[in-house]
């Protein structure tokens, strides 16, 4: 049986995509009236989806110049990863204790697709297919949910700064932990993997 979505449900989930796919940039200004124009909705909705993605930490709002698209400071972005990276290494690791042939196939499957990207924004996509199917692997709804929850707080994704070739290199190790049902070294990997992002991201805006 379909579920039913409501207006504000629709609005939310397309600016949430609009904004993880970089067409809204941090800072852009989101006014209501152009929002219900473009989405052809009434005012309500909009606004509905507005304080969810507040909520969310994906869209800020001031009394005096309305809401905007998020921006996130690099200490409270480092501080995303630090929790990305605990959880992203236990999913690692309960990955490698449950998954089956077949997960692993297409685990290195993708982790081949994403070496194969020619351009950023389909190496975003493909970099998240990749975790995700890990993710899925782990077995527990919860996690999957957080990691959902979690990654929102990336919008271009948490390897924006990494240059390619190493996270490929890097997918690899953790394919090759996978398939030796070697889950310390699975969590290893995926913690380093997402903690290095760290120093590239403070490289990348001349930050120390």
Known sequence: MPTYASKGDVVTEALREMIAHGELAPGTMLRQRQLAQHFQVSPTPVREALRRLESEGLVSYDVHRGSRVATTDLDEQEENFRVLAALESLAALMAA?????????????????????????????SNRTFHFRIYECARSPLLLSLMRLLWRAFPQGPQAWRPHTESVQQHNQLVDALAAGNAAAAAEITRDHVLGSIAWMRASSGAR
């Not at 997960?103 to 990207?117: G, K, M, P, T, V």
């Open 97 to 125: 204790e449950k998954l089956t042939n077949d997960d692993l196939a297409d685990i290195r499957a993708l982790a081949e697709a994403f070496a194969r990207c020619a351009d950023d924004a389909t190496a975003k996509d």
